[in-house]
T-cell receptor
Framework: AQTVTQSQPEMSVQEAETVTLSCTYD???????LFWYKQPPSRQMILVIR??????QNATENRFSVNFQKAAKSFSLKISDSQLGDTAMYFC????????????FGTGTRLQVFP | NAGVTQTPKFQVLKTGQSMTLQCAQD?????MSWYRQDPGMGLRLIHY???????DQGEVPNGYNVSRSTTEDFPLRLLSAAPSQTSVYFC?????????????FGPGTRLTVT
């Protein structure tokens, strides 16, 4: 069975600074996808970034980038130039290539951005 | 496009009562899923559907029923509510085969069972 672990229940960062959220996962699959979702206080789940396991290049979306280490089964999210609107819960999630209807989530990291 | 809609937004039930959480999407998505979110546990898959007439169990299916008679709707039924079902419930949909495509989430339903 696949598991996703987020070992940082809470993080904080000052506005304009950089913060990295950690995620590790366990799987015997070779083909899979990894995601970071953001859940602001509104409760809406928003996709931040995704990574295909077969791609060595790390995904980037504006101020958000990942450090994907397949051998170490690590998938961290870096947020640059943090903004107050980045305050949210962040969930790491895993999806098998052959089960594209199922997401397996970590327990989340609560990020607070301070002015 | 309204996207994924869920009703109600909030609900309080007494133990033993039944109810249906509604979910609808207007994006012609093939896949639909129900997740529950509990403090400290992230989101867990309850049931999912890969098309009209096809449903299957996820990680935590006990106490819940689903059906998918149309592409648009995927209701979640609680037959006899228990306090352990107090949670926030999310419905999600995605395009379907050939993916993975982004899963779009509804706004959630906060359910309290007393």
């Amino acid at each position: 069975a696949q598991t996703v672990t987020q070992s940082q229940p809470e993080m904080s960062v000052q506005e304009a600074e950089t913060v990295t959220l950690s995620c590790t996962y366990d799987t015997s699959e070779n083909n899979y996808y990894l995601f970071w979702y953001k859940q602001p206080p509104s409760r809406q789940m928003i996709l931040v970034i995704r990574q295909e396991a077969y791609k060595q290049q790390n995904a980037t979306e504006n101020r958000f980038s990942v450090n994907f280490q397949k051998a170490a089964k690590s998938f961290s999210l870096k947020i640059s130039d943090s903004q107050l609107g980045d305050t949210a819960m962040y969930f790491c999630a895993f999806m098998k290539r052959r089960d594209t209807d199922k997401l397996i989530f970590g327990t989340g990291t609560r990020l607070q951005v301070f002015p | 496009n309204a996207g994924v809609t869920q009703t109600p937004k909030f609900q309080v039930l007494k133990t033993g009562q039944s109810m249906t959480l509604q979910c609808a999407q207007d994006m012609n998505h093939e896949y639909m899923s129900w997740y529950r979110q509990d403090p400290g546990m992230g989101l867990r898959l309850i049931h999912y559907s890969v098309g009209a007439g096809i449903t299957d169990q996820g990680e935590v299916p006990n106490g819940y029923n689903v059906s998918r008679s149309t592409t648009e709707d995927f209701p979640l039924r609680l037959l006899s509510a228990a306090p352990s079902q107090t949670s926030v419930y999310f419905c999600a949909s995605s395009l379907g085969t050939g993916g993975p495509y982004e899963q779009y989430f509804g706004p959630g339903t906060r359910l309290t069972v007393t």
